[in-house]
């Protein structure tokens, strides 16, 4: 095989868990390298969410190497099927999103996915372009490309049957509606995670049934999350957002156990993991954070939030820039001021919180605490600093 080929196909091949087919994928590559014509591949993303987090970031990272070897993506922001929700690994329905939520999480897709894709090799095309127009007889056509028995096929929704949880028929439809995007922009290749398999494989069945040449289907790891078993997830919780704070991306990643670093660094970054696994955990992990958190934002701040972590957990320092709330009355209610302060995502979790013992007041030191008992809080004069949990901190003056 020709060098050029194989160097692209082992960048194709780098952490991929499903290649088919390679021979195909060959050959596709072989055309493109002999005619000069950058493969056409293909991802796509339903914004049932604000952010994009690490785990899209596994295949926005393999489309930005094949893109600096010249290929071209085409992203497909599903504001169409969004409104279906996909039903790939779900075990119940996905809730109903509105127009506008749609259009507001999609406003944010592009501008965070070009942290990582070139934008002058990166075509957006939102679904809803072709389908908003489509005639009926067209969408019955579609429809009749699949069988029922082949869609139950799918583990998913086979289990879904057996326990007889809802299983609606137009989240049956979704794996046509979704692969017939790749009939629309004549994808090359189209990347997913490894529980989008059997979507990706429909549409490469519709381009054939279309009499267009067929995709080849690259399928990755899921990144696992934060609770170091579920993939990592918005619906879940257990995810970190590409936008989110410096000081919050860098905790949370040092909040992921050992056994799943080795994961990230291979998912995430280029370092080597021969150099890791020679480090303490502790340090690779500090790595891990500064490395991403440079990515993201620059290398000062990936070395501030290294240097103020290490004050405060590792020589026991207050944060220096920790948020400040003014209180108006010598007694405030605690959950109120956390949850309007944003630091917890709801009064329930900030009541959790509060009835486990996980918030503290704290002295000069992190490591002198008292827990805090009641939601009614006296403010000193001097004010009060407070631990919320391992990792967040918020000083209330009065």
């Known amino acids: 095989m020709n060098k050029e080929i194989q160097r692209h196909l082992d960048c194709i091949k780098e952490n991929a868990v499903d290649v088919i087919s390679e021979t195909e994928l060959s050959a596709k590559l072989e055309k493109s390298l002999t005619e000069h014509k950058p493969l056409k591949l293909k991802i796509g993303f339903d914004p049932t969410a604000r952010d994009i987090h690490l785990g899209h970031t596994v295949l926005l990272r393999k489309l930005r190497k094949l893109q600096d070897l010249g290929h071209f993506v085409n992203l497909i922001i599903g504001d169409f099927t969004a409104k279906i929700g996909d039903p790939s690994g779900r075990s119940i329905l996905r809730p109903v999103l509105s127009d506008s939520e749609i259009k507001d999480n999609a406003s944010t897709y592009t501008e965070q996915a070009f942290k990582i894709l070139d934008k002058q090799k990166t075509k957006i095309i939102f679904n809803s372009s072709w389908y908003k127009s489509m005639e009926m007889s067209k969408f019955l056509s579609l429809l009749s490309s699949y069988t029922v028995a082949r869609m139950l096929e799918r583990d998913d929704f086979a289990l879904r049957m057996k326990e007889n949880r809802p299983l609606t028929i137009v989240e049956m439809v979704y794996p046509l509606i979704q692969g017939y995007d790749s009939v629309m922009i004549d994808a090359d290749i189209e990347f997913g995670g490894t529980d989008q398999k059997f979507n990706l494989i429909v549409g490469r069945h519709l381009q054939e049934v279309y009499g267009k040449p067929s995709q080849s289907v690259v399928t990755m790891p899921l990144l696992v999350g934060l609770d170091g078993k579920n993939k990592m997830s918005k619906s879940l919780g257990n995810y970190i957002g590409i936008t989110e704070e410096p000081k ?74 920790m948020p400040i709330s003014h209180a108006e009355k010598e007694s405030v209610d605690l959950i109120e001021v956390l949850f309007r302060e944003k630091i917890v995502s709801s009064k329930n979790e900030a009541r959790r919180l509060l009835a486990q013992g996980g918030i503290s007041i704290v002295e000069t030191d992190p490591s002198k605490t008292s827990t805090v008992k009641e939601q009614a809080l006296k403010i000193p004069p001097q004010g009060v600093v407070l631990k919320i949990g391992k990792r967040k901190f918020l000083k209330i003056v009065a």
């Open 248 to 321: 919050s991306m860098f905790g949370k990643l040092m909040s992921i156990s050992d056994s799943v670093m080795l994961e990230y660094f291979r998912l995430l970054t280029d370092i080597p993991l021969e150099k890791i696994k020679k480090m303490h955990p502790k340090e690779a992990k500090l790595m891990l954070a500064e490395t991403l958190v440079s990515f993201y934002y620059s290398e000062t701040t990936g070395k501030k939030e290294k240097e103020e972590f290490e004050k405060v957990f590792s020589q026991k320092e207050l944060p220096q820039d």
